[in-house]
């Protein structure tokens, strides 16, 4: 087990509420650990990019625990409340338990959470929660065998996954996050059955658009399947009763299939796009600040971090200030009115 990490010095919550250009606040972080991943799903690390000899981060590039540490207190103090962990597969970092027990007593965070494909979840699920994550969400395609194979890409059974999510549950984490990603032609006869495993609590079933995220997926629309066509499956099973937003800026719209005591949300970020809504920032594997999951990074933290002459917090804080506050960002809303590519970071190193 690592040595314990310092914990930055207290702060209070004594600025105004922070604003981008078009007013949106900022209260999210996703935090990426690594770039590395034990799977090659094609709409993330395509296997042809992402093969034996792709160039993968050294250690050294990766943000240290520490730097994460000093970067999520300076993003506590501009608003944000929520913090998620990301990947690249999160699990994959060495060390992340006692990530987690330092990231859990930063002042004024809310919460804490972690996206994972749940592949490594059932070893590590007790230790996660014991070191006080508070939310886990498990990426899942498909629960038919050769379906999951062909989203996900490597000798991984879903059953290993299955055992992670039960993990999960038994360690206590609840509601439980299940995200699935749609692709037309791949694994869209899964809805359904994604929908009858994971409609019950303690689990909250997101389905996702297939999204241009990246350089490397040959994204294609006609690759989408809609949401309207996604909740018309679903409604054929069974009615859908239509779940009010619990706080703004919220990028799923929330049902629940009737009969059912879980929760089923729909991410349609490319026939409903969410941009007036979204307050979240995030910091790639080697640090740079991202303020849209489809966007050029706008600054290099990890530079500043290793000056010779870092930023003090203050300083720090202020650099970030000054980077929201510039942000007009919504690629979501202008992807059809967009004239020439736009230069995107791959997923591996930017998580969801």
Excluded at 75 to 91: D, H, M, N, S
Excluded at 207 to 212: L, Q, R, T, V
Aim: one cysteine or more; hydrophobic letters at 40%; charged letters at 25%.
């Amino acid at each position: 087990m690592p040595s314990p990490l310092p914990l930055p010095e207290p702060h209070t919550d004594s600025h105004p509420p922070l604003r981008d250009r078009l007013g949106r606040p900022l209260r999210d972080l996703r935090l990426s650990l690594t770039d590395r991943c034990n799977l090659r799903c094609p709409y993330c690390m395509p296997r042809e990019v992402f093969g034996p000899e792709h160039p993968f981060l050294p250690e050294s590039e990766l943000l240290s625990f520490p730097e994460m540490l000093r970067l999520a207190e300076a993003f506590l103090a501009c608003g944000v409340r929520k913090i998620r962990l990301t990947g690249g597969e999160p699990l994959l970092r060495p060390g992340l338990i006692s990530l987690v027990e330092q990231l859990s007593r930063l002042p004024l965070l809310e919460d804490l959470a972690l996206t994972t494909n749940g592949t490594a979840l059932a070893s590590l699920a007790p230790a996660l929660k014991s070191a006080g994550l508070h939310r886990i969400t498990v990426s899942l395609d498909a629960l038919d065998p050769a379906t999951f194979q062909r989203m996900s890409d490597a000798r991984v059974r879903v059953e290993r996954v299955l055992e992670g999510i039960d993990a999960a549950a038994t360690a206590g984490f609840a509601p439980i996050k299940i995200n699935m990603v749609v692709r037309r032609g791949i694994n869209e006869h899964q809805i359904v059955p994604m929908a009858k495993r994971f409609a019950q609590a303690p689990f909250i079933l997101r389905f996702i658009e297939y999204m241009d995220v990246g350089n490397s997926n040959h994204w294609r629309l006609d690759e989408v399947v809609p949401a309207a066509e996604i909740l018309a499956r679903l409604a054929a099973e069974a009615p859908l009763e239509e779940i009010p937003p619990q706080v703004s800026g919220e990028t799923a719209r929330r049902y629940r299939l009737r009969g059912f005591s879980g929760e089923i949300g729909v991410i349609a970020s490319v026939t409903r796009p969410f941009c007036q809504g979204c307050s979240r920032a995030r910091i790639s594997a080697q640090g740079l600040l991202h303020t849209c999951l489809f966007g050029r990074p706008c600054l290099d933290l990890r530079a500043l971090l290793r000056a010779p002459q870092p930023p003090d917090r203050e300083a720090l804080r202020q650099t970030i200030v000054s980077a929201w506050q510039a942000r007009e960002d919504r690629y979501s809303e202008l992807r059809g009115r967009l004239l020439e590519e736009t230069p995107k970071t791959e997923m591996s190193l930017l998580g969801g």
